[in-house]
């Protein structure tokens, strides 16, 4: 059954390409039910052709050849072979030109992938391989060329053309319809060539490089969309700047171009010049944007551009390399979030999401390194692993070698490979040379996957002064590595005494330090580090930053635990020490339950966060972390075998005694962060409308009708998106009959606006009633719902299936059945989102016996399905 025609690539077999392309030259005659694509590509040997001819392959997917010359003449039916997703030319000369015609359905591409109709518009999603879906070419990001494309389309539907590069000229022609001729100057892969064309409007602004050049801004919607832009455009101004004054990086087109489409099977896109993006990620306004939603938009648009040197001067050898580009992008968007907005909160948010979606994928079947050896389908491994991980790999690089010798290898970086598609080792040769580092053992980081384990241990010796501290490091086996080397593991430490006082780290053998944050370097499995001068048994502050993506394990006291929240100068440790606690209560809990006793939240834990939410001194957006329980999953993570049952009501019984017992000072807080003037984006009171959120949803927990009448009120007199749904999710939650007339009053008011109602189907996809499921399959057949906009199934299918863990894994399995269904009916209209959905089903071994026996049941209907695609195919064996 699981026998498959799909073929593996590895990156040991990896050759350069035998042609290259110099010029390329393409001409569309765009319609959404057939468009006609001519190209002339300029193309040259690569190879000895004393060592013996080979024959030009290229790419193509769903294409119809219509025509095929040479030189000029129509090449004999003997030259070449077209099908089976190639074009072969049998005996090429050693350079020449090669016109090719063929005809593309952009209506018919449900996959979302090549040239697709997305509303009213068409536009092109190249990335990894979708170039190939619009006509023959070497579909591999080392085939670099310069790109001249003339578009030609109906002048009334689609009177916006646009491409990459510079606009060279425009007219009109016969029969209604015009064109335009657009020129790209920087060489590029395939997969950053983009084509838009339709009925939009633009928002535009100026920006002037550090080298004075003027760079014009345009933003393209559809018009009913037009003030919502503002936003992007601040943001994408804001990222110049940043990467200006912080990497030296000047933009270089005459205009950067962004244009938002409903239809995206992933965030944006970086192409040259043109950036797509998914709606998402562009449209705002206070009505319709949570401050959540504010920032993301802030991230992504920096992501993009920041790509435009991190990716598009210099790029992918192969796409084994994808971290080059994508982890330090992830990075560099990271650290300009950060400068942008509260430097902790963002770490912490960073580091929740590593440890909720990529140290599960590490420890799962899926697990690879950051530079996979292998893969069938290349979209499979646009992972958490690839980018967030890849984006961790790249901070450690920065803490080992310090801000300026990272900034150097960065310039260094930069000037040796500018126009270039490299590989993760140029990159990191780079950092060594700058940094006069040996890196080699850190490579390892690129090629072993699974999550480090370190533990640590210590000891005190009064007589001498002496502290030693003792590291062990570990990895779990992950497929195809049964064994791990040891990593080179930046840790950064701390040490305080029993007052809460830093103190000075001074290592055995060294003359005088004093610093109190220092970076300890792993590089064997155990080492040991002596501090001396220590008066009495210091409390260590480890992992300070979140330093390396590791997990950590050393046997802390409560009271260090609370000494390390109220007194350490590392905002992260000071937020890890009270998630630790939150752990080892709901942990305790969870026991408690599976024994079948009577279950008590204890005094302490009470006792200590009413502290904090109390606690005057802390930042807003600080303190809504530090009372933020561990999600669901996070839990989970700390099972061998997941009771995802027992999690929920032992972290609901938390909850609710929270909003029970600390009622008064939840209200208190709650009122102190009510707004005294209209909402702003920007007017920096976003941790307060986090933190009086926070504070409802635990007052709702307890379900008293006093509680429900709050959140009422503020859903009813909200005057912006983050207040009105912060209080419809509480609602949502809630058995109450103020919930069906809350959602159904936020439908009506929202019915026209896409991402809002996306916003309407997670809230009762991830509300945790009972009769979640139910719900989630009404609203299949809602007339909003539709299985072929990305967008909406992650809103429904996916919310439902990776955010409520509780409801998806009920015992029956209807969870299981359900989410089964909608993959197999993806399957064939969008195999990425369809493989995107397989993520929960990889988790299995992680659970019971009969929830095993029934996901794995449902990846092996899904396996024997004929006609799978090569993305759900690979994910769901490797799963199996
Ligand atoms: N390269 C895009 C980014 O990270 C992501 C993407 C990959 C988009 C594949 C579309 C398709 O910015
Ligand atoms: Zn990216």
Known sequence: MHTCQHQTVYQKDYSAPDYLVETVELSFDLD?????????????????????????????EELTLVSLKLDGVELEPARYTAGDGALTVTDPPESFLLEVTTQISPKANSAL?????????????????GFRRITYFTDRPDVMAVYTVILKADK??????????NLVEKGDLPDGRHFATWHDPFKKPSYLFAVVAGDLVHISDRFTTMS????????????????????????LIEAMRWDEEQFGREYDLDTYMVVA??????????????????????????????????????????HEYFHNWTGNRITCRDWFQLSLKEGLTIFRDQEFSADMQSRPVKRIADVRLLRSSQFPEDASPLAHPVRPDSYVEINNFYSMTVYHKGGEVIRMLQTLLGREAFRAGMDLYFERHDGQAVRVDEFVQAMADAGKRDLSQFMRWYNQSGTP??????????????????????CPPTPGQAEKEPFHIPLSIGLLNRQGRELPLQLEGEKSQGAITRVLELRQETQSFRFTGIASKPVPSLLRNFSAPVKLVYPYSQDDLTLLMTSDSDPFVRWEAGQVQAVQVIMGLVREIQAGGTPTVPEAFIGSFGTLLTDQRQDRAFLAEALTLPAEGYLAEQMKVIDPAAIHEARELVRATVGERLRAQLVGARAACAPKSPYHPDDGL????????????????????????????????????????????????????????????????????????????????????????????????????????????????????????VRFHDAEG????????????????????????LTPFSRWRRFDAGRQELMKKELERILAEPGLARDVYELAAKSL
């Open 32 to 60: 959404p039910e057939l468009t006609w694509v001519a190209s002339r590509l300029k193309i040259r040997s690569n190879y000895d052709r004393a060592q013996g001819l080979r024959p030009l392959v290229l790419d193509g």
């Open 113 to 129: 992938s090549g040239l697709y109709a997305s509303g009213p518009m068409l536009c092109t999603q190249c990335e990894a391989e």
């Open 156 to 165: 009334g539907s689609c009177p916006v053309l646009l491409a990459n590069g």
């Open 212 to 235: 004075g050049r003027q760079v014009n801004l345009e933003i393209y919607v559809e018009e009913k969309n037009q003030g919502k832009c503002d936003h992007a455009l601040r943001s």
């Open 261 to 302: 489409v409903d239809d995206f099977n992933m965030g944006a896109m970086e192409n040259k010049g043109l950036n797509v993006f998914n709606s998402r990620y562009v449209l705002a306004s206070p009505e319709t944007a949570t401050d959540d939603d504010y920032q993301a938009i802030e991230e992504v648009i920096g």
């Open 453 to 474: 384990v370190l533990t640590v241990s210590d000891d005190f010796d009064q007589a001498s002064g002496v502290y030693t501290l003792t590291v062990t490091q570990s």
């Open 686 to 805: 976003a941790g307060c409308r986090r933190l009086k959120n926070l504070c409802l949803s635990y007052l709702m927990a307890p379900g008293s009708r006093e509680a429900i009448g709050m959140a009422m009120e503020q859903f009813k007199n909200a005057d912006n998106m983050t207040d009105s749904l912060g209080a419809l999710a509480t609602l949502a939650g809630c058995d109450c009959p103020e919930r069906e007339e809350a959602l159904e009053a936020f439908y009506r008011k929202w019915r026209d606006d896409r991402g809002v109602i996306d916003k309407w189907f997670s809230l009762q996809a991830t509300s945790r009633l009972p009769q979640t499921l139910d719900r989630v399959l009404e609203l299949l057949d809602h007339p909003d719902f539709d299985i072929r906009n990305p967008n909406r199934v992650r809103s429904l299918v996916g919310a439902f299936s990776q955010a409520n863990q």
């Open 814 to 837: 209807r969870g299981y059945r359900f989410l089964g269904d909608q993959i197999l009916r993806l399957n064939g209209i969008n195999p990425q989102i369809a493989a995107r959905m």
